[in-house]
């Protein structure tokens, strides 16, 4: 790896791929945002948009992903990620990629991406950057230019790729609308012949453990309410749970409140967690950390309750309260609960 | 068991936002004033990872380093909690290297030091936020690789890794050697005692550069980054602030209640 292979320079790389997830049989909300953003690509540089799947029974999704604006799908018949050994997918989408020869191949920014794209990137011998919140052409070069949040969130930085070959890059969730679908639209649906040579995969998984959110998925929810380290101890997310209660929303943290054992890990938002973008989003006792931050800032409303004045949360929010959670929320609770429900 | 613990050296993640500068010109991050550099904190938690590994199973844990100023403070952290050796890999030649090059120059040095059957990295450094190089490092030295791991316990087959996802976590099993990348889940590094304090001072951080490590030039470097750096640049702040007041706390509670319900999003 490192070296440009000889022939690799002449070849011509062109169109665009999207490495894509299914859930529930459907396509996953992020590969949803991909095809959107892939589409918006493919357009400007006139070259065609394909996308891979791997499952079982995922036929369905297949027809979907082409409504979503795909003009070729590759099927493979695998287990789907978390049951899986990260190899196999790297296999797949390396054999798919060395045949294709695409100049963009696109992940999500999520469990699988993270997981995968370094060590397509490794693989191919290609270059490749993560968390992505922009991509646009270079009109001169049409290389890809990409945006990507740096130094915890403080500061941005754009790249671009100066070696051959396809352009591997991972987005982050949220940060593009999920593509429209048109029942209209026309594309192949083909599926991989070539077999995984599954005897040099080393490694075993043995266990898998999905934890089953309580109720409204965070992703899902319209309003979040979330605690940080100012919250103090497990007792007092009751009230956060009260008013995310109230709002029909979902609870979240930063990193402090799962890090010190009082909320499970699931719950985080940020930079390493989860990334909403709800209507509102009410932060308590949260400083404001920009990798915080990041996980939060697609809310169309932030709100920020803090103890301290100073806090950095208060420079990125648009409605605050200065003061102690435990006075200010039985009181917020209180006159919501009597407007939304009398 | 023979581990090598991967580190990086960063400006202090956890200052405020407003001391955080840059130079939009030569696309530079200015170190905070007054605020020594750290070890990445996730490498941090690898070097613990290694420790409770050793404590269990014996061996020898070795720090590494890519650094231009060659210093050796990084290490001797890692020394003084418990490691058992160092070095720290410094030539005008590794300046600018990517995520590529510092793979391949820590492959190289891996390879140099020979019989290790464990290699432990950060998920992600918290400067430039990259993942890469534990991936990458797998890739080159042709090793299998379990990334985001939370624990990790010795087994007949080698190691067995928990690693966390989004909304759950995995269990794998693999064959040594192997390249673990470890997330903040292993919980809190250790402080370095004094008697670890003592006894790093006293030891010898080689310093390694291209010829050491036989690194063919072409791999290294700015020259051979994949990516160049067009703008860099502060985020401009889209929102702002009202602050919802009342004569004691609980009064701005309801006012704020009132403000919510105006906004029309609940």
């Known amino acids: 790896m490192n070296q440009i292979p000889e022939n690799n320079t002449k070849k011509e790389y062109k169109n665009v791929l999207v490495c894509g997830e299914v859930t529930d049989k459907k396509i996953s909300a992020m590969t949803s945002e991909l095809l959107c953003t892939a589409r918006e690509l493919s357009d400007n540089l006139g070259e065609s948009l394909h996308l891979t799947l791997i499952g079982r029974e995922i036929d369905e999704a297949a027809e979907q992903a082409i409504a979503l604006g795909a003009d070729t799908v590759h099927l493979a018949l695998g287990d789907p990620y978390e049951e899986s050994l990260p190899e196999f997918y790297v296999k797949v989408f390396a054999e798919v990629c060395t045949r294709l020869k695409p100049r963009i191949v696109l992940f999500g920014q999520t469990d699988m991406g993270r997981d995968i794209a370094p060590r397509l990137a490794g693989r191919l011998n290609v270059p490749v950057c993560l968390d992505c919140v922009k991509l646009d052409i270079d009109p001169e070069s049409r290389s890809i230019l990409q945006t990507k949040p740096v130094y915890g969130g403080n500061a941005i930085a754009v790249w671009k790729a100066v070696y051959p070959g396809s352009q591997i890059v991972a987005m982050r969730p949220r940060v593009a609308s999920p593509a429209e679908p048109n029942g209209a639209r026309q594309g192949e649906i083909l599926p991989l012949t070539e077999d995984v040579d599954e005897s040099e995969i080393r490694g075993e998984l043995l266990n898998t453990v999905k934890e089953k959110s309580k109720g409204i998925r965070l992703e899902d929810a319209k309003t979040v309410v979330a605690g940080g380290g100012g919250i103090g101890g497990k007792e007092g997310f009751q009230l956060i749970e009260q008013l995310a209660q109230l709002l029909r929303g979902a609870v979240g943290t930063s990193h402090v409140p799962c890090d010190e054992g009082w909320m499970p890990k699931n719950l985080e938002i940020g930079q390493t967690g989860h990334m909403v973008s709800p209507d509102v989003y009410i932060a308590v006792g949260i400083s404001g950390a920009p990798q915080h931050l990041a996980g939060c800032s697609g809310a169309k409303c932030i709100v920020a309750i803090n103890k301290d004045p100073e806090a950095h949360i208060f420079k990125e929010s648009d409605l605050g309260l200065v003061g102690d959670y435990r006075e200010a929320l039985p009181t917020l609770i209180e006159k919501l609960r009597s407007i939304l429900s009398p | ?266």
């Open chain 2, 1 to 266: 068991m023979n581990i090598i613990v991967c580190m990086k050296k960063i400006p202090d993640p956890e200052i405020p936002p407003a001391k955080f500068k840059l130079d939009v010109e030569t696309k530079r991050v200015h170190p905070p004033e007054g605020i020594p550099p750290v070890i990445n904190p996730y490498d941090e938690h690898a070097v613990e990872l290694a420790l409770r590994l050793k404590e269990k199973n014996g061996g020898k844990i070795t720090a590494l380093t890519v650094d231009e100023e060659a210093s050796p403070a990084i290490v001797k952290h890692a020394l003084s909690m418990g490691a058992d050796e160092g070095y720290v890999l410094a030539d005008a030649a590794f300046s600018g290297s990517d995520s590529f090059s510092t793979a391949y120059i820590l492959a190289q040095v891996i390879k140099k030091i020979g019989d290790i059957d464990l290699v432990l990295c950060g998920r992600q450094a918290a400067d430039w936020d990259n993942g890469l190089v534990g991936s990458l490092l797998a890739e080159n030295l042709d090793w299998p690789l379990v990334t985001m791991a939370e624990s990790i316990e010795t087994s007949d087959k080698g190691i067995e890794v928990r690693r966390m996802l989004l909304d759950g976590c995995q269990d794998f099993s693999v064959p040594l050697p192997a390249v673990v990348t470890v997330s903040s889940e292993v919980g809190k590094p250790r402080l370095p005692s004094g008697w670890g304090i003592i006894s790093a001072s006293r030891k010898e951080v080689p310093v390694w550069g291209v010829t050491d490590i036989d690194a063919d030039p072409a791999r290294i470097g700015k020259g051979a980054a994949r990516l160049e750096l067009l703008k860099l640049f502060v985020p401009p702040r889209e929102r702002h602030c009202e602050i919802v007041e009342g004569e004691t706390t609980a009064e701005a509670g309801k006012k704020l209640a009132e403000k919510l319900l105006k906004t029309g999003l609940i």
